[in-house]
């Protein structure tokens, strides 16, 4: 039999079970099925942890290059208004939204209002800013709980007429 480089070999198009690969062991040359190479299951086992099509669990870092960065995918967002004053309560049942106030002139005295949103858990963390508006605001995140959480807002020294938008995202947290 002639030596031909692998590399010179004619390219496989489909691999069937009982093909052979060769392989070096140990410093000795052995074939090993497709079969064989397939159902070895420490081949197999991810090294990430546990992945369902729902989830992922890692005991590592998730990390992201590139551009796309660590996010939402469509349709996890949405938007809501106020409808009555800037102290009047919204829902929002999503992990990461808008907020659109009442318009009205912006003020220093700080106001809360109610996002009620059934994604909360009470040991979340709630990140908030200002999307929009002319005004500057100061804006805090408190009484985080299971359901729902309050922004408390005020202007540091705007007094215009505005409806602006505050953006929030849920990230999911555990006390233990």
Same mark, same amino acid.
């Given at each position: 039999?002639?030596?031909?480089?692998?590399?010179?070999?004619?390219?496989?198009?489909?691999?069937?079970?009982?093909? =052979?690969?060769?392989?070096?062991?140990?410093?000795?040359? *052995?074939?090993?099925? /497709?079969?064989?190479?397939?159902?070895?299951?420490?081949?197999i086992?991810?090294?990430?942890? =546990?992945?369902?099509?729902?989830?992922?669990?890692?005991? @590592?870092?998730?990390?992201?290059?590139?551009?796309?960065?660590?996010?939402?995918?469509? @349709?996890? @967002?949405?938007? =809501?208004?106020?409808?009555?004053?800037?102290?009047?309560g919204?829902?929002?049942?999503?992990?990461?939204?808008?907020?659109?106030?009442?318009?009205?002139?912006?003020?220093?005295?700080?106001?809360?209002?109610?996002?009620? /949103?059934s994604?909360?858990?009470?040991? #979340?963390v709630?990140?908030? /800013?200002?999307?929009?508006?002319?005004?500057?605001? #100061?804006?805090?995140?408190?009484?985080?709980?299971?359901?729902?959480? /309050?922004?408390?807002?005020?202007?540091?020294?705007?007094?215009?007429?505005?409806?602006?938008?505050?953006?929030?995202?849920?990230? *999911?947290?555990?006390?233990?």
């Amino acid at each position: 039999m002639a030596t031909i480089a692998i590399t010179s070999l004619p390219v496989a198009t489909a691999a069937a079970t009982s093909d =052979v690969l060769p392989i070096v062991q140990s410093g000795t040359t *052995k074939q090993l099925t /497709n079969a064989l190479l397939f159902t070895n299951s420490t081949l197999i086992t991810p090294a990430i942890g =546990v992945a369902t099509g729902t989830s992922l669990t890692a005991t @590592g870092a998730i990390v992201s290059t590139g551009t796309a960065g660590v996010g939402y995918a469509t @349709g996890a @967002g949405g938007t =809501v208004s106020q409808t009555t004053s800037r102290t009047t309560g919204v829902t929002l049942s999503k992990t990461t939204g808008a907020i659109t106030l009442f318009s009205a002139a912006g003020t220093t005295v700080a106001a809360t209002f109610t996002v009620t /949103n059934s994604t909360v858990a009470a040991t #979340d963390v709630i990140i908030l /800013n200002q999307k929009s508006g002319t005004d500057l605001y #100061d804006l805090m995140v408190t009484a985080v709980a299971a359901g729902s959480f /309050n922004i408390t807002f005020r202007t540091t020294g705007g007094t215009t007429t505005e409806t602006p938008v505050f953006s929030f995202a849920v990230i *999911k947290a555990v006390a233990a």
